[in-house]
């Protein structure tokens, strides 16, 4: 803990607001120029998402034919540096999530090429490959892998709950995204202050967090919160190939129990105790029934929540720190309410403005509200039914195609030793 | 195999051992780095503190060539310190970044190594435990469910901000009516000296105490006088390097907060006459907040708690007898009559702040040399208009916008007294000349269509005038009283009443208040014959004209602020 204390107050970017403070005399200091960095190439677009889907084939390849973990590693690694420390962490498929949204929703709004790629080809690959993109190029989820040493198994009932913030951040995302809000995906993204050395202290402390725990934990954003992690796992249920354990016909010899750090292995099904198909049946009946009233009532919630929600909208916090100063119920002014004012708007204008934007919160904040009563209650259904697996297989939902299990299984050792011995006979 | 094990634990050994000195470096560098946070955290604002003092002190002591050697040479070391402290830790972290790589490299490879393959015993059905752990689960998401439901309620009960009840809330500036049973500006409400209450006070005395419910010392000398707002007074005070905002407790007389107003460097060199002093102006009030300005030319608006919302600095202004024209308010705007130097350099403008953020709203430039008059804001057929007096206008302006709306050219010389409005004419002194009423009712160049009329028999030099409407009372500086019929000009009296005026004359009902420099307030008998009612000594030096509420008069002496009134 302490040494990413250290580290993060190492980062010089986040000291550099107390960096050149202004001269304190008329000593005849002119202050440089500000400038902009220029606007990233449309070439750089094309390389990036050429490096992506190379990657992904790549991935592909070594994860379903190869099957190896190593190559896999490096594969990762290469993505992590590249991805990360040298494009900065920007552009990744999970905040480009609220880039197509924001094109559905704003019709001023012109998505950027790259943003469209990484968003549609990590999800096509994922329908014919499984989660390859999660396991082998997403730098989020590498930086985490990186630092995995010491595996702890995460109860798989807290997996189920914990799981849940996940949906409610895809959410909350979309909604912020499509009211022109704030993309607090990037806003939040939690190890882009790495990649970059440097960035917001609130941030770069969730990242180090997070880190922390995945020292023990595998990959707890990418488990907990990932929202674009949502939106794959239910793709690599309809995947048409995926990784699977064994690559042949599994013994149950339960070597590969303990073989994945993401509790993603799942273990044949038992036969439930006498009486519980009844239990199951009344429950089943009971959420069926509490289904409809969770989605009214966190749509209800959303709804009764548009003021705060809107105030992520920089025009509502604006038009409410103008409108408290202007009754007097605060005192000062702040850089944003002195902007506003050097507008030359009215206040008028801007309470319109914000009225007008509640207004949208007002159904956004519903829906958000309701999508997740229903993810909750969709939850309790499929928690209440019961499962058939003969095997130990790999879940196709959480499984992120890291390849760790592969050796795990007697049959997988079988499988290299007759390559090798082919390759020796060949030879 | 037995060769295959040993060489495994060697080289697990190996890696165990890289891990540990990767830890011990990890350990020193997290170590130098928190140090040198610490180092910053500690040194850093113990340093600035003093920096930020010694400025405070350059601030008042601008030419001290030592002192500012001294800020010169302690900003240096800061700014040094902070680049040697940034460049360890630019160093340091990438040290830290190598040893975490070497840690996390060698310990992965160590437990991995030294990882017991897996040796699962024999198979059972673990129906019932997967019904508990199904179970959990449901329990699990019920309780991320309720966590969730936790923060939405966390968030709502964060309130929210309703723009539908803005105009509920009432605008940020007190209404006309409320504004008229105070006295928010010099000389009460639209600067006519005319108190709203006739329950004041005839008789008290300060030696014996007669009436007096409380006498306050005021820290710092000003020439301004009490402004009142409900249970609070307010009062400015300054010498050449400070400047005050007072606030007095109307029920106790207990000074309950002073605020400083900073200023820049260049008034450091002002020099005002000692007639005039460095507080001359007096403070206003929207009812919201407490605005002041001083000869220096920084204004400030506090809070009613005392909390300084923002400052200003207009430049500092050339004004022959120094700075002394008072500030005025209209809605939320603080209004500013800013007439300097000769008028022809277009130094001169009348300024409108926004009172709440303290930015210009509206500034209209005129070339007119300073004045010393203070605007007054009346309604005329129901619209106000912002009335200004500098040589040789009457200046009539839209206070909402700034907009000009009519001027008359009917005065001359160093223009100290303030206008009146009374019996529909707008009435101001050209000092030692005369007085002159307009009609306030035209638009443009009105100097030979609606100038009433002109009183030509002299006028105050400081002292402005007051009226009932039907009658102007002018009190000149030496001794005395003159009485004019509003509709004509016709002088009705002209008395003689002994003593030194800087007070300007008050009316109270049918009484006028008139009160001289040793302190003794006289009162008369308003109407068209001279008749003196009393006289009450408060046996201290007066300058300031007094303030009126509601059963009680606030003077400023020399050096204490009095409350007189009957108790209860």
Redesign the interface.
Known sequence: MTFLIAFLGSCPVTQGEIRFPPPEFESGYTFPQTTSPAPQSVLQEYIDAAVLVVGLLLASHLILKRRSRRAIFVLMIGALLYFGFVRDGCICPIGAIQNVTLTAFDRGYAIPIAAAVFFVVPLIFTLFSGRVFCGAICPLGAIQDAVLIRPVAVPGWLESGLRLFAYAYLGAAVLFAATGSAFIICRYDPFVGFFRLGGNWNVLILGASLLLIGLFVGRPYCRFLCPYGVILRHLSRLSKRRVTITPSECIRCRLCEDACPFGAIREPTGNWPEGEYRIAKRRLALFLVLLPILVAGGGWGGYALKSQLARVHPRVRTAERVYLEEVGQVQGTTNVSDAFRATGQTTEVLYADATRIRGRFALGGALLGGFIGLVAGGKLLVLSIRRRRTEYEADPAGCFACGRCYKSCPKEHERLKRIRETAAGRA | MIQESERIQVWRRAARSTAIVGGVF??I??AL??A??IGSAILGPSRENKLAAM?LQVQKDPTNQTLLSE??QL?LKI?RD??WR?DF??K??HM??AS?VVL?VA??IA?DLGKVP?R?GH?T???????K??K??????????AI??AG?TL??I?G????AQ?EE????FASMEERLMQWPRFRGPGGAGVSAYTNIPTSWNGKTGENILWKSPVPMSGRNSPVVWKDRIFLTGADPNVRQVYCYDAKSGQLLWKGDVPTVSAAAKLEIMEDTGYAACTAATDG??IYAIFPTGDVAAF?FNG?R??HKNLGVPDSSYGYASSLETYEKLVLVQYDQGDGTEGKSKVIAL?G????VAWEAKRTLPNSWATPVVVQVEGKPQLITLADPNMVAYNPATGEEIWRAECLGGDLAPSPIYAGGLVMAIQPYSQLVAVKPTGQGDVTKTHVAWKMEEGGPDICSPVSDGTYVYLLESADLLICCRVETGEKIYEQEIKGDFRASPSLVGDKLYVLDMKGMMRIFQAGLEFKELGKCELGEECFASPAFADGRIYIRGAANLYCIGQAQ
């Open positions: 990890t350990g560098f997290v780095l928190i040198n946070l400025k800020v010169r900003d700014r902070r680049i940034l830790a630019h340091a972290a830290l970044l975490v996390l310990g992965k437990y897996p699962p198979a059905d673990r129906g019932e435990i997967q019904v752990e199904a959990r689960a449901r329990w699990a998401v019920a309780g991320g469910l969730l439901a939405m968030v709502g964060s929210s901000v309703e723009f803005a809330a009432g605008p940020p919201r907040r809070d909390r919302l923002w926004d709440v953020t303290g930015q």
